[in-house]
């Protein structure tokens, strides 16, 4: 496959599923044809479903459906009380229930997109086993932690953090004016991409395309998702999984969602098995495709009491981000009881 590319985020979608408020939410279906479970994935906060470019390869043997979250990417813009990851939750029911209705899913969530799992959970239980076969958590959390500070310490983080607050404060209150101060593509906002979202020594093709799919959604929009994630607590949500096979992967150099709150998950669920990719940030899926791919085929196995295909993950990262020989040996695993 070919490397992401920015100027590509724009796409046509197969269908546009109204959700409980009549917001319509755009969903691509790849890989049709394949009979077994549905795998939905679900993207992470600010970006859209073009976050799972190294990922939708596994259409060469799975039915996928990729969602755009409300005011993301190409879906509609609903009520601004309604931008929460409850209703996150709530759209993800509405797609599942339009794309697959008499079929198994697998649920795929990167950061919000895991919150709007464990969401979904809170609020129907009941599917978790039932339709809800296999779960993935990619760099995500259940409950905010105030005490992170994106892996700064001293002045420096203080200055962040205070730079940090002020301009999320300043989408809320005056949208417009923090839609005017932005400085989308320039080095700045790609260099603070890059250090948000990526581990190190990340390609330059990735820090610009990670950035170009955040400066495509609305200050507004990034303001007031993220007042629903600082107040996040999902920590009960996770006792609905039960004992559905679980997969949370983490990069050890995330600094959004640190590593503690993969293995705080993965403690909590029991049936859970942690991956941790070394030298992966935010965004493992784009930065060490081919382990994903590889953890990804084995957890549709599981749920399909199928053998891992493994030629299809190798083939879904056969231009991985980080070639160099130093990431080829980047995974660790290791299995949370």
Excluded at 43 to 55: A, D, K, V
Excluded at 274 to 286: D, F, K, Q, S
């Amino acid at each position: 496959m070919s490397w992401p590319d920015a100027r590509r985020l724009r796409w046509e979608p197969t269908l546009r599923v109204p959700s409980d408020d009549g917001t319509e939410i755009a969903v691509e279906i790849l890989g049709d044809n394949h009979p077994g479970p549905t795998v939905v994935f679900t993207h992470g906060w600010t970006f859209s479903s073009r976050s799972w470019h190294y990922q939708r390869a596994l259409a060469e043997r799975h039915r996928l459906v990729l969602m755009d979250h409300r005011d993301h990417g190409e879906s509609g813009t609903g009520p601004r009380e309604h931008r929460t990851v409850d209703q996150a939750g709530r759209d993800l029911y509405a797609v599942i229930a339009a794309t697959s209705p008499d079929r198994d899913v697998v649920l795929v969530g990167h950061s919000m997109g895991g919150m709007t799992i464990m969401a979904l959970a809170a609020e129907h239980p009941e599917m978790f086993g039932r339709q809800v076969k296999a779960v993935a958590l990619v760099d995500t959390s259940s409950a905010r932690d105030p005490q992170d500070n994106f892996g700064l310490r001293g002045p420096m983080a203080k200055a962040f953090m205070k730079q940090w607050s002020s301009s999320l404060a300043l989408m809320v209150s005056d949208p417009d004016k923090a839609e005017r101060a932005r400085r989308s593509g320039s080095k700045i906002s790609v260099a603070i991409s890059r250090f948000l979202n990526l581990g190190s020594k990340p390609d330059k093709r990735l820090a610009a395309f990670t950035e170009a799919m955040s400066a495509a959604t609305k200050a507004q929009v990034v303001g007031d998702f993220w007042v629903t994630l600082d107040a996040l607590d999902q920590a009960d949500a996770l006792v609905a999984f039960g004992d559905v096979p679980t997969l949370v992967i983490v990069g050890d150099r995330d600094r959004l969602t640190p590593p503690a709150h993969s293995r705080a998950i993965a403690a909590a669920v029991r049936n859970a098995r942690l991956l941790e990719l070394r030298g992966a940030g935010h965004c493992p899926m784009l930065e060490q495709p081919a382990a994903v791919n590889a953890a990804l085929a084995e957890l549709i196995a599981t749920a399909t009491q199928t053998e891992p295909a493994h030629e299809a993950a190798q083939d879904a990262a056969s231009e991985p981000p980080a070639p160099a020989p130093k990431r080829a040996r980047t995974a660790k695993q290791k299995v949370a009881s």
